[in-house]
Every structure is written in C-alpha cells, then in structure tokens.
C-alpha cells in the first residue's frame, strides 16, 4: 500500500513538472487524502530529523542550521520553500525518496508549523526541537496561542530528544517541563541589550506563570514579552542556560555567544536570539566552531526581511512585519537611525495574513520620530491609515495608495530615506513593485 | 472644558486583537474636541476603585486561562460595577467582558465561569474549539437614533443567549450565535458586543455615541460634539461594506 502511494505521489510530481507548476504542496495534499491523512507516515526516514518552530525566526533559523551541516560535508535535505505543513514535507519528502519510500541524507532539517509538530512528528522519529518562540500571530487560523502552546506541549509530554528552547520566553521555556523525564532539555539565553527596559513596551502574552498562576517578575524585557523573568513562587525561570549571549552590541552589530565572539550582518536583537538558538545546534552537534562562525557572520536575507533597494538615488528598507513585535522591531530600527524618513506600510487580509487585520492596534506608532510622511497600501490600506492618524500623528501627511505601484511612486517622489513595512502575502508583491521602480528608474505608470 | 472618565479594567490581560485601540480612538476623538479624557487602569488586585465615579468602564476579551484568571477577581467587583451601571456608568464591554456580565460563560471542557449576572443572557463554548464564529462582519444598529452600519470582526467560540435587546442585526457575519441574525446586547448606557478590529475603528458614530452619553449624562443642556474629520474612516468603511454586502 505504501509504495503505492509512494508511486502516485511521484507520478502527480512529474505531472506537475511537465505543467511547469509548483508541487510544493499539492502532492502532499492528494497523499494526504489517500492515506488516511497520515502523509509523512509513508515514509522511512533513517537519518536524524532536527525541526524548528516558533512563531518568529522559523525560516532564518532552518537555513542557518541547514549550512552548519552542508559546510560540514553533510547531505541534508531542507524545505527551504518554507511548506511547513505536513502537506509540505510530505510533498518534498517525495521528492527526495526512492521508489521504496526510503529518503537518504545524513539530516533532515524541517521548518515546521506549530500546529503541526505533533502532527509530523507522530509519524516520524524527531531527534531534535528547537522552539524560538510564541507571539500573537495569525490568531484567526490557528485559534487561540494557548491551544497552539498546548499542541506542541503535549508533543513534548512523551518526547525524549533533544529540546532546545527560548529560556526568555516563558511561552516557551514552559515546555521544558512537559516531559521531567526527558533529560535532554537545554536553553538559551541573551544578556540585555542597550534598549532593554524593566517595563513592558508592547502589547503581548504571557503575564503569568503557566504553573502557578502568580505573576512572572522581570529582570529586563528584550522586546515585547521576552526577556529574563522568574515566577518568585514556584522557581519557573529559574535554569542553567546551556549557550548565553552576551556583549550585545547592535550598533556594530557582536555579541559573543558560548564565549565566542560573532559579527552578524543583520542588526536586530531578534536576530541575536536566531543566532543564538543556531549556535545552541552547533553546540550539540559539535560542529567545528570555524564552520558555525562563518555561518552566523555572512548570514542574510533577501526576502524582504531587511531587505535594501534604491529607487533612483533614495534608499529604501524592506522588512517583513506578520505581527505586533516585527513592526515594532521595524519601528525601532527606524527610531535608532538619525534624520528624516519615510514609510510604506503595505497592509493585505488575505487568508496567509489572517484575515483579522487588528493586530496593527498593538503597534506603538506613538513613538515615531522625524517621520516626515506615510503611504499606506495593500488590501487593507485605509485600516493602517487609520490606525495611524489615531496615534496622533497627523493625517495630512497620509497618503493612501491601494495599488502597489503607484505607492511606490508615491513613496520615492520626495527625498530622503524610506521604510517599507509589509505584512506575510504583502511582501513578495512590495519586492516586486520596489524592484520595478528600481529598474524602470521610476517609469512604472507611463 | 468637559471631562470624561473612564476605567479600562483588566487591560493587562484582557487585551486580544487590538481591544485597547478603542481606547486610544477615545481619547483621540476627545481630544480633538478639547473634551479632557482621563483614563485609568484596573488589574485584579488592585485596590478597589468606587465604580461610580467613573464615565465608563470599559472591559476587552481575552483569551480562555487570561479570563478565568481574572473572574474571581471580577466577583469581587460586581456590587461596585452594578451600582456604577445603576448610576448611569457607561458599560462597554467587548466579547470575554460581554460574556461576564452574564449569568455565566461555560467553556470548551465544560468548567463554568460565573457571570456578575448583571444580565440574563449566558454564554456556552461548543465541545470542539475549531468551532469559532471567525470573520469579518457587519451589523445593523438604530442605537443613535437612525440606521448605522457597524463594521468589525468576529472571533468567538461562545454562543450567547437569552438576550433580550441586541445591539444590532447582523448583515453580514454570525454575532451572538453561529449564523444568528442578532448581535451583542444593549441599554441606554451598555454596549456589550462580540466586534473587534478594534470596534472603534470603522465606527466614529459609535464612538460619538458613547463620548455625547458620558458628556452629557450629569448635564441639564445637551452638549453637542464639534464634528471631526473622519474622512480616512468613511473611505475605510466605504472599501469594507462593499466588499462584504456588495457581492
């Protein structure tokens, strides 16, 4: 029965192939179906399988993790597409295995949904997790954060691998104690950073200790509920963290991690936490420190994720925002920058947003400083405009373009640096028209 | 130069999907007017305010472990809210503060939460919790004397019942039950309602409602709110209405 399905599943990806169209998912969708929606369970996966989760950081930490290995000579296999759901892995799973269902590499390193780790990992055998953390995000599609903390701790009740998980995040740590048998639970940590506070500066989860129900007192927070807290009655916080950060210092950007001292490209305290948790897998896996310092210090992005354009001679950052803590994160880089500038904010409602765009209520936009001007564009222009305009700021210096273009050209018509936030199915289009403009030398709408 | 006061209850925690932006919409549309809008916080375990003293109270949703943690906390308060309401207190409650000034909410595993029962309805949570009411949606309300569309978003797993006086129909979306024609509950000085986005948002009429009932609640002559521009929130309604009635 399996190779049955194994063959249908390989023959729906020459198809697909042949039609020249994307089998990222829809494989694993139809096998899905046939196999009595237990898709990864086709397969024999001989070699470890590390998974990576959390809200924010998914497809950043995956990649890093992936090069650790490749750069030690190891043949892996990614989604690097970021098909996160069963579906996903199943469709590259299928890809990758011979006729048998049998899959060769030395590691499989999966990016994986929240809401599908006990899903993927019932079906096959999970040798390490890393979780980085939980926020508010796409609430609408995966009901509420507790249900989807509960998801993955109950995967965590039976585990026995490694766990690796974001000890200042109390969302997170709290999985540490699902399974007090598993002995293979470690943390990582960060010491503040210069805009560290004591007081909460964002709209966020987790006030209390899931154990007791007693506040969760904070040394400092990081950015939004992260930080360096404990529960004063039951101990909840309190742990040996295995690889701690330190020596932060973003304007450079260092930070010395286990004692090692790394110089990433990107220059965000959530970057820091990244790279934390990748060297956290070095660590484990003993890779050879040369090896994990070359992978932390040229990693970048180019998916919109602070992502830099030149419209004519005006330079524009892009950076993706899917909830609160990204735009906020965006909002401070811009703070943190002298001068005046400006920003695109491109918001859509589509079903991979969430179609629930009140989330932009728990940005801080009281905080904006020399923001000479605002477009707003995307499916959900107005709302943002709004959202903005009650923040104080003043609504004559909104624009509202809904088409992409012409907010681009909107954007780039005045001098001086440029923002661009977007939310998750706004950002590819936001490249493209940026990427446009760029080329066409801002030609786009003659 | 009037004065509005409001009390934002549990803002701590009972603060999902940008509920506290109607506070912030509040204060802005006062400000605006020169009307000075205090508003302050209460977390369980605070000291006890005098509920009466306050405009309006102001409660927001939360999600299931945030609200049981504040309802004994919020029993402790029921005599003081209900001699607030009793005095004329505007109550605006949005889904999980809607849900406990019922009888009671019962959730998904069945634990009961007791309401302050300052209302008949009650609320009970289906079995399975991938049945939410989720979306968007658009009620139709007479509240502030002619027809208004109040445009929000909806996501609730509670069905609540027995309500005698809705805020609205629905025109588009669940309310109050999955597929219901009412939504929320309302008086003279409550607006209890499932709508988030935050409700404000689209909304100045409601808005102003609630503004020219705080402001003119103690006064003998009716004072008259200075219009505003809302032009960003009409064309923000505009977009919303007709993609969602105008199919």
Same mark, same amino acid.
């Given at each position: ?60 930490v ?10 030690? @000579? ?6 690097r ?5 069963d &579906? ?9 295995c ?55 701790? +109950? ?11 974001? @000890?200042?995040?109390?969302? &997170? ?6 399974? =007090? ?10 010491? =503040? ?11 966020? #989860? ?7 129900? #007693? ?28 690889? &701690? ?7 450079? =950007? ?21 790279? &934390?948790?990748?060297?956290?897998v ?22 919109? !994720? ?25 909002? !401070?880089?811009m703070?943190?920058?002298n ?10 409602d ?7 765009? +009140? ?31 009650? +923040? ?48 066409? @030398?801002?030609k786009?709408? #003659? | 130069?009037s004065?509005?006061?409001?009390? *934002? ?59 049981q *943690? ?32 019922g ?52 996501? *609730?797993g ?20 999955s ?15 499932? %709508? *988030? ?10 808005? /102003? ?10 006064? /003998?002559? %009716?004072?008259? %709110?200075?219009?505003? /521009?809302?032009?960003?929130?009409? /064309? ?8 969602l009635?105008?199919?």
């Open positions: 029965m399996k190779r049955l399905l194994i063959l249908t599943g390989k023959i729906i990806v020459k198809i697909l192939n042949l039609l020249g169209r994307n089998a990222g998912n829809l494989p694993g969708i139809i096998l899905w179906h046939l196999s009595g929606q237990k898709c990864c369970s086709i397969f024999k996966v001989e070699c470890p399988i590390i998974a990576v989760t959390g809200t924010n950081g998914k497809t950043s995956t990649n890093c993790i992936a090069q650790l290995f490749e750069k030690s @000579g190891k043949k892996i296999i990614i989604n597409e970021g098909n996160n759901l &579906t996903g892995i199943c469709s590259l799973l299928l890809r990758h011979d006729m048998s269902g049998r899959v060769k590499a030395d590691y499989l390193i999966l990016e994986t949904d929240e809401s599908h780790i006990p899903v993927v990992y019932s079906q096959m055998k999970l040798e390490t997790l890393v979780v980085l953390n939980f926020f508010r995000d796409q609430l609408d599609r995966n009901g509420e954060m507790e249900t989807l903390i509960n998801k993955v701790n +109950s995967f965590c009740k039976t585990f026995d691998g490694n766990l690796i998980l974001n @000890g200042d995040d109390p969302n &997170t740590a709290r999985l540490g104690r699902a399974n =007090p048998k598993n002995k293979n639970v470690r943390y990582f940590h960060a010491e =503040p950073y210069k805009f560290a506070t004591d007081k909460i500066f964002e709209a966020s #989860e987790g006030h209390f200790c899931p154990f007791c129900s #007693e506040p969760l007192e904070y040394e400092y927070y990081q950015y939004s509920h992260i930080g360096k807290f404990i529960c004063r009655n039951c101990g909840f916080g309190n742990y040996e963290p295995y690889v &701690t950060a330190s020596k932060i210092d973003l304007e450079k =950007p260092v930070f010395t991690a286990d004692g090692h001292k790394y110089s990433p490209k990107l220059n965000s305290i959530y970057n820091v936490y990244n790279m &934390t948790a990748v060297a956290s070095s660590k484990l896996y003993k890779i050879k420190q040369g090896i994990t310092n070359g992978v932390i210090s040229t990693y970048t992005v180019n998916n919109g !994720r602070m992502e830099n354009f030149m419209l004519g001679d005006r330079k524009a950052t892009l950076n993706l925002a899917k909830n609160p803590v990204g735009a906020n994160m965006t909002l !401070r880089v703070n943190e920058m001068g005046e500038k400006e920003l695109l904010f491109v918001l859509n589509n079903i991979a947003d969430g179609l629930d765009v +009140s989330w932009i209520w728990d940005i801080n936009f009281s905080i904006f400083e020399r923001v000479t001007r605002v477009v707003t564009s995307g499916t959900r222009a107005y709302d943002i405009a709004v959202r903005i305009k009650c +923040s104080g700021y003043d609504p004559a210096k909104i624009t509202v373009c809904p088409d992409l273009d012409d907010a681009v050209a909107e954007l780039a018509r005045t001098e001086g640096r440029k923002f661009v936030i977007a939310n998750y199915t706004a950002v590819q289009p936001t490249r493209q028209a940026l990427k446009r403009y760029s080329e066409n @030398g801002g786009n709408n #003659e | 130069m004065k509005i006061k409001i009390l *934002h209850m549990y803002a701590d925690m009972l603060d999902l999907y940008g509920d506290s932006g109607n506070m912030e919409i509040l204060k802005y549309r006062c400000k605006k007017r020169n009307i000075e809008c205090i508003i302050e916080k209460y977390s369980a375990g605070d000291n006890m305010p005098y509920f009466p003293e306050y405009d309006m109270i102001y409660i927001g949703g939360g999600a299931d472990l945030e609200q *943690h504040i309802s004994a906390d919020l029993i402790k308060c029921r005599d003081g809210i209900r001699k607030a309401y009793k005095n004329g207190t505007f109550l605006f409650l949005i889904c999980g503060g809607y849900q406990l000034m009888k009671y909410y019962r959730d998904a595993d069945g634990n009961e939460i007791k309401g302050l029962g300052l209302f008949d309805y009650f609320t009970i949570a289906p079995s399975s919790r991938k049945k939410r009411c989720i979306g968007n949606i658009v009620i139709r309300t007479e509240i502030t004397g002619k027809p208004v569309k109040v445009v929000g978003f909806e996501n *609730h509670g069905q609540t019942q027995g309500v005698k006086n809705p805020f609205g129909s629905v025109l588009y979306g669940n309310g109050n039950c597929k219901s024609s009412a939504e929320g509950y309302f008086e003279k000085n409550v607006i209890a309602t499932y %709508l *988030h986005g935050p409700m404000l948002a689209k909304n100045p009429e409601i808005s /102003d409602y609630m503004i020219s009932y705080c402001i003119n609640r103690k006064s /003998d002559n %009716l004072i008259k %709110l200075a219009k505003l /521009d809302d032009k960003l929130e009409k /064309d923000c309604r505009k977009v919303m209405i007709e993609r009635l105008n199919k």
